[in-house]
Each structure stands twice: as C-alpha cells, then as structure tokens.
C-alpha cells in the first residue's frame, strides 16, 4: 500500500460526458501528479501540483482540467469524453526533498462507451 | 523533448540473471528511475540513480552511464514474481522547481520455471 489513495476504482460513461476523479496524496505529500496510461502511449504524464499551485503541465489535453485543493487532495477533471479517453488514470505523489521518488496510487480505470 | 527506448518483452528462467536496458535521449538529464508494474496493478519505485555507477538494493542493481545516455536494471535470482513489467523513466526539469518524470514504454518480463 502506498499510501496514495484513488477514487473510484472503476468508471464507466458515454462519450460527451464529463467526469471526476480524485486522489488522496501520502501524508506530508505536497506534489501530486496525474498520469493517464493507455496500451499504445505507456505512462504519459498530464500535470502536477504542488501545495495547490500548478507547477508542471505534460501532455494534458485542453478538454482535461485538474486542482488541488488546501487539504491537499486533488481532482481531475475530464469532459466532452471520447473513446480514446479510456485508460488508467493514476495519481501519485512525493515529497518535496524526493521527488524523484513518486508512490502511486491504484489507479482509476476509465471506460468511455 | 525526452524519448526512452527499451524492450518490449524479454523472457527469463527463474533462479536465472536479468538485464534490461534503457537508452533515452533528454535536455535537461537529471537521473533515471525505474519502476515496476504487475498486472492490474499500480508502478512502484524501485531505483534512482543520479549519478555513473550502480546502485544495489537486495536482488536488484540499477546502472547508469550519462555519457552513453544509458542505463539498466539488472535483476538477480529471478522468482515468479518478478514477472511485470518495468519501466524506465528519465527525470528531467520542467521549471519552477519543479522535475517531471518521462517514462519509457515499458519491458514486459516473463519468468519461466
């Protein structure tokens, strides 16, 4: 258990919609970052927050939205969803002394139909 | 840009020696880590170097040399278990204080009895 906590495990919806998904970090964690994970891309990293400033963007797509917020959790936003959007999406966080050191959480697996 | 090639499947016997390499290209090279992922299941941390050198924790080393833009993780008296894959991922600076990690695609390993 790393200590990262995800929900929901599983998330099932249409095309169009939007949805939430929402991560818990480690304790004494201030970064937080998203990473979406689908068979053809691998592990692509979206965005991170740290203590509830953005501070890096990767390949997130202008549909895709995140914050965090002053208890440290934080929420990814997704909308006007497409096929392709399925994937894993997994939340992880540091701290700021390691941040080569990332603990993911179990991920969200995202099925758009 | 960041880009990391390392092999999709390799296939070893149990008891037997690994080795899986990562050669990536970056600006901005900090270190490389590597993480594992059973199926179904969330990456975990396993090595970062920062440095030449290897790095020995329990059955598995991680090597690197950042003149050849090139690393890996060997794994030592293989058990089923280590059947996962591992990712190689390259940890570069995004600005503002902030590391972003980049991940190779992944090499899936198949411990054979």
């Known amino acids: 258990d790393s200590g990262v906590t995800q929900t929901p495990k599983h998330l099932i919806t249409a095309t169009g919609q939007r949805v939430t998904l929402r991560c818990s970090p480690r304790?004494?964690?201030?970064?937080v970052y998203w990473y979406q994970q689908s068979l053809d891309q691998g592990l692509q990293f979206l965005i991170q927050y740290y203590n509830g400033e953005e501070r890096a963007k990767g390949n997130i797509l202008e549909r895709f939205s995140a914050q965090q917020f002053p208890d440290l959790h934080s929420e990814l936003n997704l909308s006007s969803l497409e096929l392709g959007d399925s994937a894993l999406y997994f939340c992880?966080?540091?701290?700021?002394?390691?941040?080569?050191?990332?603990?993911f959480g179990p991920g969200t697996r995202l099925l758009v139909l | 840009g960041q880009s990391l090639e390392q092999p999709s499947e390799v296939t070893a016997v149990e008891g037997a020696i690994v080795q899986i390499n990562c050669t990536y290209q970056t600006s901005g090279f900090y270190g490389l880590s590597w993480y594992q992922q059973h199926d179904g299941g969330a990456p975990t941390f396993l090595s970062y170097n920062a440095l030449d050198g290897l790095e020995e924790t329990g059955r598995f080393s991680s090597f690197l040399s950042r003149s050849d833009s090139y690393g890996y993780l060997l794994l030592q008296e293989l058990q089923m278990k280590d059947s996962a894959s591992y990712f190689c991922a390259v940890r570069g600076y995004s600005g503002a204080g902030s590391y972003q990690l980049t991940f190779g695609k992944g090499t899936k390993l198949s411990v054979i009895p």
């Open positions: 992880a966080s540091s701290s700021e002394s390691s941040q080569e050191t990332q603990y």
């Open positions: 304790s004494g964690d201030l970064s």
